[in-house]
């Protein structure tokens, strides 16, 4: 299984809502990454987590919270979001360094709109 | 710190050209990875190539080619006799990977893509 999955595809929320996005992949990769990806601009990354624990957080606000239960599931839980929210989150998975970058892989995404 | 550059926003060419889409690339690293990706508008990202920094070797696919060159920090990628379905943006990225405390990730550093329109 070469796949990463994320689940729902298409996801439309209110900005009172609570949502969450799921990410799983079953290559056994330890290093796992959210990437946030407006209208016509190149993805960014959001958070990396590696060996389940959170090592990066690039200035994301707090409506946003990763959590990584286990090993391959990734959920990206969603709070009080804004339009501005509006984008496609892109899931990854890869290696860690050392074993070689082959295989890193993204999702198909979840298409967010913020109403 | 890392950083792509696809100077070219917008291309079109009729279909069955040939087209070259540029990507220029700085890193500290003497250790790093290229990336190119394809993203239609259905929107997923399609891995197309990854090339490592002590590979320089150029590389065909069918219709696709590559050309990685260290000593000007480019690696363009060219479509031979384009087709409509080559329609899409098209993303280079690059990857140093990162230790940290035994652990560790990549994370890629994406140019800002260019959009490639083949006229039929």
């Known amino acids: 299984d070469t796949e990463v999955t994320q689940t729902p595809k298409h996801l439309v929320m209110g900005m009172t809502n609570k949502k969450s996005l799921k990410c799983e992949q079953h290559m056994g990769h330890r290093a796992m990454y959210w990437y946030k990806q407006k209208a016509k601009k190149p993805p960014e990354l959001m958070f990396v987590y590696s060996y389940e624990k959170l090592s990066i957080n690039e200035s994301v606000p707090s409506r946003f919270s990763p959590e990584c239960p286990y090993s391959s599931l990734l959920n990206l839980h969603l709070h009080a979001l804004q339009p501005e929210d509006s984008a496609l989150y892109l899931c990854?998975?890869?290696?860690?360094?050392?074993?070689?970058?082959?295989?890193?892989?993204f999702g198909s995404g979840t298409r967010l709109t913020v109403v | 710190a890392q950083k792509v550059t696809q100077a070219q926003t917008e291309i079109s060419v009729v279909e069955k050209e040939d087209v070259t889409l540029d990507c220029v690339y700085e890193t500290r690293d003497t250790t790093y990875y290229l990336f190119w990706y394809k993203q239609p508008p259905s929107g997923e990202l399609v891995f197309l190539i990854r090339?490592?920094?002590?590979?320089?070797q150029n590389e065909i696919s069918g219709r696709y080619s590559w050309n990685f060159q260290k000593s000007t920090s480019s690696f363009n990628f060219t479509i031979t006799a384009s087709q409509v379905v080559d329609s899409a943006v098209y993303f280079c990225?690059?990857?140093?990977?990162?230790?940290?405390?035994?652990?560790?990730?990549?994370?890629?550093?994406f140019g800002k893509g260019t959009k490639l329109s083949v006229i039929p």
């Open positions: 990225a690059l990857s140093e990977a990162l230790q940290t405390s035994g652990a560790g990730s990549y994370q890629l550093t």
């Open positions: 090339r490592n920094s002590f590979d320089e």
């Open positions: 990854a998975s890869s290696p860690l360094p050392g074993q070689g970058i082959g295989g890193y892989t």
